[in-house]
């Protein structure tokens, strides 16, 4: 069922169901005002046949003493029962109407005015009850006397039964409507959707990442196919890196295995000696295990293994093994991954002996500004980066233009992922009067 059905049919069905609740309110209103004015009429009539046996209308029947609850009759009561011609009490039902009576003393119907109906039963009952098409109650005049009235109600069920039909009716007919009209408009406000849609499939078909959705409607609309088109950017982007970090790291990879394939070949053709190609192949296969550890970091985006350590004593173990002075506090405990720090670390050191061979190199850690961090430095008084070298020197396999210096680039780039890896951040910045200041960065509160 596609979504502009089900906003049709929702919205029919909410209109269906505010009809029906308005509907039902309204029925019960009318059949009280309807009931009501019926119980009145009957109240009415049978109090005009109470006029009657009293006198007020005619001779005069019976007189009851309201103290004691008596009922004494005047006249012979026979009279009533036979239906005296000469004793003139006529049916006072109200115009439009069928209603009837009847006069019970003692469980025994003495008079009627009408023709009552048999299915209402006999009952002193004065609360009014309806049964079948009649309306009746009872009006007490003595004991065991009492004067039992019925209206027919048979207009009124026919209003009612009208009524909910009419209700039914008239929420089919403007659901429908409503779902009709519903159908209609929700197709242009449902085209972005439509549009965002197609452009999924079409991605998830062909792989095509520069694929965008027109950003068209407005709300939560716009803002999904606004969101939709700058996941797409980012995955292009994202892939064009990938795509160049893969050609990169082949490249790099090849390097020393054309050397490890061409000092082979010197061996087998007897220009160089076992021990010759043997040194070499050993130094290319260090070149590779350490190639792959950088890749393996990177691929890895950093992601370690925190520990509590002693920052302090590991820069001073990293920094006596490279030969470089270290000043700073003695002890610094901090959560981190000791195995990414002392990596970053030595790729610091490594860099600084490369690119300032026999220029002093000294390793310092101290608070930072934001009392968050700590800085690691690596300050060396070597040649330094220039501005432009300085802005690209963390990108993975990037070689400053001229720099004859073996490496594959992946130096900085490794530790700047170890600083992101630790809620930091790698800074270069030139030394005074001359070098490079390496700061790594590293959050410990």
Known sequence: MSLRLRLALFIALAIALALLVQGFLGYA??????????????????????????GRRGPRMFRRDRDSDETRFLRPPERLRENDPQLSLPNPAPPGTVASARLVREGQVWREWGSFPEAIPPSESPEPRLE????????????????????????????????????????????LLGAWVAWLVSGPALRPLRHLQEATRRVADSG???????????????????TFNQMLERLSAFRERETQFTRNAA????TPLTAVRLQLDSQQQGLASPEETLAVVREEVERMSRL??????????????????????????????????????????????????????????????????GAPVQVELEPAPD?????????DEGPGMPPEVLARATEPFYRAPGVRVPGHGLGLSVVAQVAQAHQGRLVLLPNRPQGLQAELWIRWA
């Not at 209103?29 to 006029?51: H, P």
């Not at 009235?149 to 007919?173: C, D, K, M």
């Not at 350590?309 to 901090?334: C, M, N």
């Not at 009392?371 to 300050?379: K, Q, T, W």
């Open 251 to 254: 490249h790099e990879l090849r």
């Open 208 to 226: 095509d990442l520069s694929l965008r959705v027109p950003a068209e409607g407005s709300g939560e609309l716009l803002q999904l196919s606004q």
């Open 29 to 54: 209103s009318f059949e009280r005002l309807q009931m009501g004015n019926l119980e009145r009429e009957l109240g009415a009539y049978l109090g005009r046949i109470t006029d009657q046996l009293e």
């Open 132 to 175: 079948q098409n009649w309306l009746y109650q009872s009006v007490r005049l003595g004991p065991e006397v009492y004067l039992q009235g019925a209206i027919e109600a048979s207009q009124v069920r026919a209003s009612l039964a009208g009524y909910q039909q009419t209700v039914l009716f008239t929420a089919l007919v403007v659901a």
């Open 292 to 357: 792959s550890e950088s890749l393996l970091t990177l691929a890895r985006e950093g992601r370690g293994q925190k520990v509590g350590l002693d920052l302090a004593q590991l820069a001073q173990e990293v920094a006596a093994r490279a030969g470089a002075s270290y000043r700073g506090p003695e002890t610094l405990k901090l959560t981190g991954d000791p195995l990414l720090l002392a990596q970053a670390l030595e790729n610091l050191l490594n860099n600084a002996q490369k690119y300032a061979p």
């Open 371 to 379: 009392p968050a961090f700590v800085i690691l430095r690596v300050r």
